[in-house]
């Protein structure tokens, strides 16, 4: 299978700290993307990282991607109550017209106030 | 609010019956993806579409079934269900295919009893 796995998988932490999530994958990749899912709802898309990049920003999002170790990391930066929910790391392989998304298993991620 | 929209949110039915989801997607988004989401398996992709043809397919079992309308939305059909069907089911669309970011709607939970 080319689903991902992704480390830990529950996280829990005091608001203003970082959270650091994992995600390795099998097969090589045309782009990795990081969702989030409040419990039940559905996911939010946070940030893409083509296979030729090697880090992104977006707020207080970090993501790094690393191809020789088919791995990635989400970093949250400064983490506030409302960022409790579940992370997952999709990623597209292979010819990028189909576009399908190859889920990890997810961090569930609780934030305390 | 993704844009894209999903109906019915809750569905509950039972053994041996045949449903069918709805799926509108973005406006201007030609791919429209299925997945399912359970506790056991995790977010599965099922199947895509892309102005109206079949693009790729995922672990769609055989009593399932898609398609896609001349006016982009998407229904997925659902036959002779099975307890182990139970789950949420997401659309997503994108305005590609895999190079962008995919918007997912809010699911549908399908509850079979």
Redo the contacts between chains.
């Keep these: 299978s080319q689903?991902g796995e992704e480390d830990p998988q529950a996280l829990s932490i005091q608001e203003g700290e970082n959270a650091t999530m994992n995600c390795s994958y099998k097969t090589s990749i045309?782009?990795l993307?990081w969702?989030r899912q409040n419990s039940?709802?559905?996911?939010?898309?946070l940030i893409?990282i083509r296979s030729n990049e090697r880090e992104k920003h977006s707020g207080r999002l970090r993501v790094t991607l690393d191809t020789s170790k088919k791995s990635s990391s989400l970093l949250i930066t400064a983490s506030r109550a409302a960022d409790t929910a579940s992370y997952?790391c999709?990623t597209?392989h292979g010819?990028?017209?189909?576009?399908?998304?190859?889920?990890?298993?997810?961090t569930t991620l609780q934030v305390k106030p | 609010d993704?844009g894209?929209t999903q109906t019915p949110k809750h569905l509950i039915t039972a053994t041996g019956q045949r449903v069918t989801l709805r799926c509108s997607p973005r406006s201007g988004d030609l791919?429209v993806?299925w997945?399912q989401q359970s506790l056991d398996q995790?977010?599965?992709?099922l199947i895509?579409y892309y102005n109206g043809e079949e693009?790729?397919k995922?672990n769609i079992l055989e009593r399932f079934s898609a398609q896609q309308f001349p006016d982009l939305h998407s229904e997925l059909n659902l036959s002779s269900l099975e307890l182990g069907d139970s789950a949420?089911y997401?659309c997503?669309s994108?305005a590609?295919?895999?190079?962008?970011?995919?918007?997912?709607?809010?699911?549908t939970?399908l509850t079979v009893v």
């Design positions: 689903q045309n782009n993307q969702y039940g709802r559905g996911l939010v898309h893409l997952f999709a597209v010819s990028s017209n189909t576009g399908k998304l190859i889920f990890g298993q997810g | 993704s894209v791919s993806y997945y995790g977010l599965q992709f895509q693009r790729a995922g949420l997401f997503a994108s590609q295919g895999g190079t962008t970011e995919a918007f997912f709607g809010q699911g939970r």
